[in-house]
């Protein structure tokens, strides 16, 4: 097991939680302790405290009975009692997890079961959630009772890295790479974001985007990373409901050279109600996850005159991106061909291999069609006439700037 969760399984007692399962009947014997946390003496009071602690996990059914007694004194003193009960209750319940990965994991752990059907149930698996736990248990077991409070939760957890971030440029030690510093806060985001009960309780757009910056989640998810973290990025990378979000995720999973995501793309792209940035994005992402074979999806959207975005690099003309100009670079570099053979402009970095949209424009019409036009004859003779060899490389069109009136 790593450090961090042999820290998080040793030093959680006393840790603010909420019980994560029905409690089961409690044992009279500790139903009679919990009694006596309102006798009149405070020896005797103090004394029964002890002992429901020593208890641990066994005391957890009798306090939370305890917490509704008509007696103040004993209800208050059982919702003092109960967060360290049941931090014992959960250490134990985590040590065995973690123990003997053969055996059935344990009831009761908060999100357990969603966790090990996303990631598998294996030793890395469940190490991987006994960080997980031990650390920001607060918001998986309150996800459970009342998601729109952890969902409040969340959203403090992204706000505390955006201030962290905003205060890394005033120091002048700017960095995205700090704000994720471990794998146990890279699951937390990825696993909560992925939680339709908690993000539909979002408040607004939240300051989430910040963590998807820097390298911290593409190193953690590449083929030298964590399986199981992989596995939860894959889920959220379906699941995250905010478009621009779930673009970046593309962007990432690309750069990480994440194959597994290519279906997750595949279904995405079946989808048409989609924000034209979104399906930009997916679409270009076919360019590192896809193969030459995925070029008939592609040229489905080669009609769609949606523009996604306007964009002008330094003093030139602006640029018009449409959603079938991206698809045309798309299917350009899945042809093994160069997109500035094309009239796509890469004065800026553009024009090859490039996984941002705003590349894929033109200054006008007359570029645009000669563009598509090209493509068209290119696919007709080498594409849908059968499978050739090698492609002969098309002619090569300048992109025509307007002139400055």
């Known amino acids: 097991m790593s450090a961090i969760a042999t820290i998080a399984l ?12 029905s409690p089961p009947v409690p044992d009279p014997k500790l139903g009679e302790l919990v009694k006596k946390l309102g006798d009149k003496s ?12 020593l208890r641990g996990s066994n005391s957890v059914a009798a306090l939370t009975q305890g917490t509704k ?3 103040p004194e004993v209800s208050e003193r059982c919702r003092q009692l109960l967060p360290q009960a049941a931090a014992i209750e959960r250490n134990e319940k985590l040590a065995a997890l973690v123990k003997d990965p053969s055996a059935p994991p344990p009831k009761g752990l908060a999100g357990l079961e969603r966790f090990l059907k996303i990631t598998g149930d294996d030793k890395a698996a469940r190490e991987l959630y006994a960080e997980l736990l031990g650390i920001h248990h607060f918001t998986l077991e309150t996800a459970e009772k009342d998601p729109r409070k952890a969902s409040e939760e969340f959203q403090r957890f992204c706000d505390e890295a955006y201030n962290k971030w905003q205060v890394s440029i005033r120091t002048g030690r700017y960095s995205y790479d700090n704000l994720l510093s471990n794998r146990t806060d890279i699951a937390y985001f990825l696993f909560i974001s992925s939680d339709s009960r908690v993000r539909k309780n979002d408040n607004g757009i939240n300051r989430s985007n910040i963590l998807l910056n820097g390298n911290s989640i593409p190193n953690a998810i590449n083929d030298k990373g964590s399986p199981a973290l992989r596995k939860l990025f894959l889920d959220w990378l379906e699941n995250e409901p905010q478009y621009y979000l779930q673009s970046r995720g593309f962007q990432m999973a690309a750069q990480a050279g994440v194959k597994e995501a290519l279906p997750v793309a595949l279904r995405l792209l079946d989808k048409k109600s989609r924000e034209p940035y979104s399906h930009a994005q997916v679409l270009l992402s076919l360019v590192k996850l896809g193969s030459k074979e995925h070029i008939p999806v592609v040229e489905k959207y080669l009609d769609d005159k949606t523009v996604v975005t306007t964009v002008n690099f330094g003093n030139g003309p602006a640029m018009t991106v449409q959603l079938r100009d991206v698809a045309l670079g798309t299917a350009v570099q899945l042809a093994g061909q160069k997109t500035t053979d094309y009239g796509f402009d890469n004065r800026f970095g553009g024009g090859g291999n490039q996984l941002y949209y705003y590349y894929y424009g033109f200054a006008d019409d007359k570029n645009r069609d000669e563009a598509h036009a090209k493509w068209k004859k290119w696919a007709a003779e080498n594409l849908h006439s059968g499978p050739v060899e090698k492609a002969p490389a098309p002619r090569s069109v300048e992109p025509k700037i307007p002139e400055k009136k």
């Open 69 to 71: 007694d008509t007696d």
């Open 42 to 53: 405070y020896r005797v009071r103090e004394q029964a405290a002890r002992q429901l602690l």
């Open 10 to 21: 040793a030093t959680l007692i006393g840790a603010p939680t909420t019980p994560s399962q």
